[in-house]
């Protein structure tokens, strides 16, 4: 019975031990709260890794963004300007244009020039020819009265909507200026004839024309073989103004009826001979090259001749130069009216793309304030600019308001076509007076009847 009992406990005994062994299983709550507390670094880590992932692609894109507006090089392509200019040598007005172009190619290296100087009436005629040819330069430098026959022939094309044209001074743009829109960007303004002369020879410039030929006698001849006056007189830009003395004009009122056989006329043309052959004042020939060494070379003691050449005057004479109006005609009591315009930048009509945009910039930079000044003081042109104009180097220089006084005679050179016509039809007979060939009747009759065909056949 014991034995029973014995074992019986010992049965009890493995139970309540093997019972113990599997407590651990029982025990596995604390495992049970485990899994929280290990995934929550995991589900927290995630966001903590993919936060620098996230911020790093604007890191990396930004310096790509701003390398973009570093690659203009595709589009500054070569570009070569070529400039026609009516500038000469003479007075250095055509250094002067090269040293401008010289200036804008240092700080634009892509864009180059090549300066052409032609003079006033080749300028015209080379123009007309090479555009018809497709073979017209990218820029003009030239004068106003070039609008005319330009625009006629549609070879140019108008600069309103290119550049802001408030900066200029409304006097010099008007000259431009022909069916409501402007032709040209104005560099210079003035443009007029005017009498010059050498104090050294002449103290004090005439007033009149009979002190005119006066002071000219007391130089002219000698041993120095000096004249009194000279001028160009082969064009009859020279003619316009003494006929304007003589109370004449190349128009009727309408503007394109020429007048050209007029007794005013031929009273400038006998006046003009009589200059020459009657009081022997000028010299036998001069066209304008001989007619400035002349000068230059103290071999006449005063000269007619255009705000242009005051630059290259005043270098040579100093304080010693003289500038006045050409003086009243005694006859009439009227003071010459010369022509006055200003000389322009013009832009052909098939000027486009990466060369208009270069042009574009090149006149921009040329008619600033800086170099309008620069002009005044190099060759003593008055500026078109309207902060030039006002600027002291102008203001305060006696030559520039002399000039100033001389144009203040002058009269609006027309933009009509027409006015080509009369141009063209007074320089050959102009030339026969004073080659003592046709009297200043004939002169005069020819003129009309040229021009009046000229007209005939614009129409």
């Known amino acids: 019975m014991k034995n029973k009992v014995w074992f019986l406990f010992s049965l009890m005994l493995i139970a309540v031990m093997v019972l113990a062994a599997c407590a651990p299983a029982a025990t596995q709550a604390p495992v049970a709260t485990e899994p929280p507390a290990v ?7 995630p966001p903590a890794v993919e936060e ?55 700080a634009h290296p892509e864009v180059t020039f090549e300066v052409v100087n032609k003079d006033v009436e080749a300028l015209r005629e080379d123009f007309q020819t090479s555009s018809l040819a497709g073979a017209a330069p990218d820029l003009l430098w ?11 022939a549609e070879l140019i094309q108008p600069v309103d909507d290119l550049f802001d044209l408030s900066l200029y001074v409304e006097s010099a743009l008007s000259t431009a200026t ?20 050498n104090k050294d020879l002449v103290p004090e410039a005439p007033q009149n024309t009979d002190e005119l030929i006066e002071l000219a006698k007391t130089c002219t001849g000698g041993a120095a073989d000096v004249y009194g006056l000279t001028f160009n007189q082969t064009e009859p830009f020279w003619l316009v103004p003494w006929l304007g003395g003589f109370n004449g004009a190349v128009f009727a009122e309408d503007g ?56 290259g005057y005043k270098e040579i004479f100093g304080d010693k130069l003289g500038v006045a109006p050409i003086p009243q005609v005694v006859a009439t009591g009227t003071w010459p009216a010369p022509y006055t315009s200003g000389v322009f930048f013009m832009l052909p009509i098939e000027l486009a793309d990466a060369k208009l945009d270069a042009v574009k910039d090149f006149v921009t930079f040329a008619t ?19 902060e030039a104009l006002a600027s002291d180097v102008v203001t305060s220089d006696p030559i520039l308001a002399a000039s100033a006084e001389a144009m203040s005679y002058g009269t609006g050179m027309p933009l009509v076509l027409e006015m080509r016509c009369n141009w063209d039809s007074m320089k050959p007979p102009m030339q026969a007076v004073l080659a003592d060939t046709q009297t200043p009747e004939d002169a005069a009759a020819e003129m009309q009847s040229a021009s009046e065909s000229c007209i005939a056949a614009l129409e």
């Not at 069916?179 to 009498?195: E, K």
């Not at 304030?369 to 500026?383: G, S, Y």
């Open 178 to 197: 022909y069916d409501g829109q402007t032709w040209g960007v104005p560099i210079t303004n003035g443009n007029q004839l005017m009498l010059l002369y």
């Open 142 to 152: 030239t004068v106003n009265d070039h609008v005319g026959p330009f625009t006629a």
């Open 39 to 45: 995934e929550e670094p995991v589900a927290t880590e």
């Open 256 to 311: 394109v009826t020429p007048t050209l056989n007029t007794p005013e006329m031929v009273a400038t043309l006998q006046f003009l001979y009589d200059l020459k052959f009657t009081e022997n004042i000028l010299p036998a020939e001069s066209d304008y090259n001989a007619a400035d060494a002349q000068f230059k070379e103290g071999k006449a003691c005063m000269i007619i001749n255009g705000d242009w050449s005051l630059g």
């Open 52 to 106: 620098p992932v996230a911020t790093e692609p604007p890191a990396v894109e930004e310096p790509v963004a701003t390398e973009a507006p570093t690659e203009p090089p595709p589009a500054a392509e070569p570009v070569n300007i070529v400039l026609w200019t009516k500038e000469g040598e003479a007075d250095g007005g055509l250094q002067y244009v090269k040293s401008l172009t010289d200036a804008y190619t240092a």
């Open 368 to 386: 600033n304030t800086e170099n309008q000044i620069d002009i005044v003081t190099k060759l003593t042109r008055l500026p078109a600019n309207k």
